[in-house]
């Protein structure tokens, strides 16, 4: 059995769509990475967050949309397809190129796209939904992701790869296909034309409210106690059930979730904590402790003129992010014993930072990690 406490990020509201992905994000987690004897604490601190109302991010209305024009040929031949006659003049950028190039990324963008569609119908993700994630997710981990674009990578192929083992009864087959046609399409309307309105439009209220709930964190006062109290309880509920033999206890922090797990596990005693709370592994997603250390915002567990160190309480840190993600920054230049784990994806630069619990990397790699830790 296993405790683990998932601390949200910023922009994080307890609306039905959040509810929605909350119950496929966990099931991910059970059926792929700690089995089904697992128990969830789930912290919701943005509620203590005052609302922003939207007309703040209103900076681009009334400015006419601009088009930023990128050569197919240029912007992938450089970068996901490496050049090449198939970048020239006619480029190939389905899905199944790409996966020749980079498979890993690519399955991906498949699954990304798969649990995107399971929240925009606002239902769970189906049992061959699952299937299609483990059946990834144990390719990427055997690192065998490029067996699932070998011979001609054609989306029957991928998806013939992606139902294997699965009972007659799932309808697999057109799903898989028809999240490879919608990915292909992603990434050539990305490669074509880029609309200033509809990425300033989606990434300002991003930013914005990143910013307001580091600033209602950081800021001494009745909010920042409410948070740690609310983050403190369900780190108390977990450590409670790893004493009595219902461990390890895993805390995961996404984006100001874990600066927050960082601050507060740093002095568990001042936090409010169990002075013999210990927490067999902490992942940080797409976070921000090692910019915010920099600039001594956080607790600080050390001497003075010391180096920053993992916090005491912490067996096993894991830094992830993603290199294009705006909002994530490494650790290991800050803390000593941090160990920092970038990955490569096809989200886009305004999405990365929300996709890293859709991508079957992400279980992949962290299984592995915390097997080699002894974790699991």
Known sequence: MTQLVFVHGVATRDT????AAIQNR????RDLLFGKDLTIHSPMWGQFVPPIRHEVFETDKGVRTYSLNVSTTSGLGGGLMG?????????????????????VAALDAICSQIADRAANEKRPLKPEELHAF????NLIADDKAAVAFAGDASPKAIADKLKEGAPATFGIG?????????????????ASTLGFGAVRGSLSPSIGLFIGDVFVYLKEGDRRQKIRD????????????AKSGKGPLVAVGHSMGGVILVDMLADPEAAGLPADIKIDALLTVGSQPGFFAALDTLTSNPPAASPRRRPDC???????????DPLAFRTDMVFESATDVAFNSLTG???????????????ARTRVRLQKAGVL
Do not use: C
């Open 134 to 137: 483990r059946i990834a997710t």
């Open 26 to 29: 966990d099931s991910l987690f």
């Open 349 to 363: 630069i305004t999405e990365a930072h929300s996709k890293y619990f859709q991508r079957a990397q992400f279980y």
């Open 16 to 19: 039905p769509e959040y509810q």
């Open 83 to 103: 050049g090449g006659a198939a970048s020239a003049g006619n480029p190939d950028i389905s899905i199944g190129a790409i996966g020749k190039q980079d498979p």
């Open 174 to 190: 057109s799903m898989i296909s028809d999240a490879i046609s919608a990915v292909t399409d992603r990434v050539r309307n990305a």
């Open 230 to 241: 609310e983050v403190g309880k369900a780190l108390k509920n977990a450590h409670a059930g």
């Open 314 to 324: 912490v067996s096993n840190w894991f830094n992830v992010f993603d290199p294009i």
